[in-house]
């Protein structure tokens, strides 16, 4: 005999389930984690993915009929913002989908932070908590699409509450524990590289889930779901759609093959745990996800990407490090060592954003001018991110450099730490990579365009992103308005094809920018 199973969709996404007991139902529902029973409702609950598993298995097992509730309707949305068409379908599923809770998970360099602003916009005030090296690409991309963004950086915040008045605030996870009681009546909550929420017994996960339960509206963002294994999901769920895959345990047991065994305790004592390191029924945990999660490729938007991107990072510097240095004495002696000085400030920056493009899987070149800073940045990367990052510099003969090269091409994914002007030997070498993280800076567009030119070229495949890190009130920012800027005029009004006569235009200007720098100093130093 088949029983009738009513369905009730409400308000955050979650589906109540009025049914008549049975024995046989209670024991399908209890294969998903997520489905439980509500005593004070006295209803079985559970997202769309989870019911929709237990009416499959309901049918085939002639155990009983349940309808889907229909998903309510969703108007098309609308904004001024010129988006390309895989983004403008990013913005509508995370309009439909962020008071359920909303994974966008499109690999790098699609546009999260563009699709991201431009669906919360009318859904304020809203919280963006992201890394610290973060924090400014969400108020610059804010400022590109017109959308305004505050970036929060004391420890001290005032005593007060958000009103939509103050529309969208970025943060890093950090400090979040210092300005919770003024964010926790957000009503939109964004989680940048969520992937950072992974572990749920840390206090920035107990205190991001807080901010989040108590907004309407919840998006996760990240290129890397997970790193290792399906567990590792479990939290980022948890934090956006509560309950949506059960308990730790339950998920554990289900998806990642969890078994207990005996380990030896601190005390020598035997200890009995579960072992979550395995996965197991992996398409029924992808159909679930393909629910309330947006993942797209490169190579899937291909034909709309361009292929290679240039970004400014700007981050904050300890003004002592940048030091007093007398611009009267300017040459470009002078320029280089100015440059050196920020670029060595940089460096604990520059290491998080290697971190978070080795997260995503992509493989990174980390360029700077002298020798000594290359260094620094190396044993940075070794000692922080415990990697050994491969290094071709100007103090090595030109045959070690290429071997360096050729080591580094056949460990993707892989950091490879250059001087700029040292690796222009084996150009097509270099195409293995498709991330560029520029730390110290150069005053001539044309080597700058060169270093670009040795990623960029014919046996490239994959779209390039080009990543100069600007030390906020230092020389950086010279270099930014009135070197880096001249590349991309010359590049639109020349294209991206016509190297040679690119080349000379950008060669001639560089006396042209010094003497530029030189008057602009006066009001930096």
């Not at 969703?74 to 403008?88: A, E, G, I, M, N």
């Not at 790193?227 to 289900?254: C, H, M, Q």
């Not at 080597?447 to 779209?463: D, I, S, V, Y």
Request: glycine share 6%.
């Amino acid at each position: 005999m088949w029983i009738s199973v009513r369905a009730q969709r409400q308000p955050d996404g979650r589906i109540f389930l009025h049914s008549p007991y049975d024995e046989k139902f209670v024991d399908i529902a209890h294969l998903f984690p997520g489905l439980h029973w509500d005593k004070n409702h006295r209803v079985w609950v559970g997202y769309q993915d989870s019911v929709q598993l237990l009416a499959k298995r309901l049918h085939e097992e002639k155990v009983g009929k349940l309808e889907l509730p229909a998903h309510p309707i969703v108007r098309d949305v609308s904004f001024t913002q010129v988006l390309r068409d895989y983004q403008k379908t990013g913005v509508q599923f995370l309009h439909s989908t962020m008071q359920e809770g909303a994974f966008l998970a499109d690999v790098l360099g699609l546009g999260k932070t563009a699709q991201t602003l431009v669906a919360v916009q009318n859904e304020l005030p809203a919280v963006v908590i992201c890394p610290s090296v973060l924090k400014s690409e969400w108020v610059r991309e804010g400022k590109r699409l017109g959308i305004d963004v505050l970036a929060l950086s004391s420890t001290k915040p005032p005593n007060a509450t958000l009103g939509r008045s103050d529309g969208i605030i970025t943060i890093n996870y950090d400090i979040i524990h210092a300005w919770y009681e003024v964010l926790k009546t957000a009503k939109t909550v964004i989680f940048d590289e969520g992937q950072a929420l992974s572990n749920s017994r840390s206090r920035r996960s107990t205190i991001c889930k807080d901010l989040s339960h108590n907004a309407k509206n919840r998006i996760i963002l990240t290129g890397t779901p997970f790193a290792n294994r399906p567990i590792e999901l479990w939290n980022l769920v948890d934090t956006i759609s509560p309950g949506r895959f059960g308990s730790y345990v339950s998920f554990g047991k289900r998806y990642c093959g969890g078994f207990q065994e005996e380990i030896e305790g601190r005390n020598k004592e035997m200890l009995r745990v579960w072992n979550f390191k395995g996965h197991s029924h992996i398409d029924e945990l992808n159909a679930r996800l393909k629910q309330f999660m947006l993942r797209r490729t490169k190579k899937e938007v291909a034909l709309e990407l361009p292929d290679k991107t240039r970004k400014i990072i700007e981050v904050d510097v300890v003004k002592k490090q940048v030091g007093n240095i007398d611009v009267r004495d300017f040459d470009e002696k002078w320029l280089r060592y100015a440059l050196s000085i920020s670029a060595e400030a940089k460096i604990d920056k520059v290491v998080e954003l290697v971190k978070l493009h080795l997260d995503n899987g992509s493989s990174i070149i980390v360029g700077a001018y002298h020798n000594r800073v290359a260094n620094e940045v190396r044993d940075a990367l070794a000692k922080e991110l415990g990697i050994e990052p491969f290094l071709a510099t100007g103090e090595m003969s030109v045959t070690k450099r290429l071997e360096e090269i050729e080591k580094a091409s056949n460990s993707t994914p892989c950091v490879l730490v250059v001087t700029t002007h040292s690796v222009g030997e084996g150009l097509n070498r270099l195409v293995f990579a498709d991330v560029a993280i520029i730390v110290e800076l150069d005053h001539s567009p044309r080597w700058l365009a060169q270093f670009e030119g040795r990623l960029h070229r014919p046996g490239q495949k994959n779209n390039v992103l080009f990543e100069y890190v600007i030390g906020l009130g230092t020389i950086d920012e010279l270099i930014r308005d009135r070197v880096i800027s001249k590349i991309a005029v010359v590049e639109d009004a020349l294209g991206q094809g016509d190297d040679l006569l690119r080349e000379d235009l950008l060669n001639s200007g560089d006396k042209d920018v010094m003497d530029e720098l030189k008057q602009a100093l006066q009001g930096l130093y």
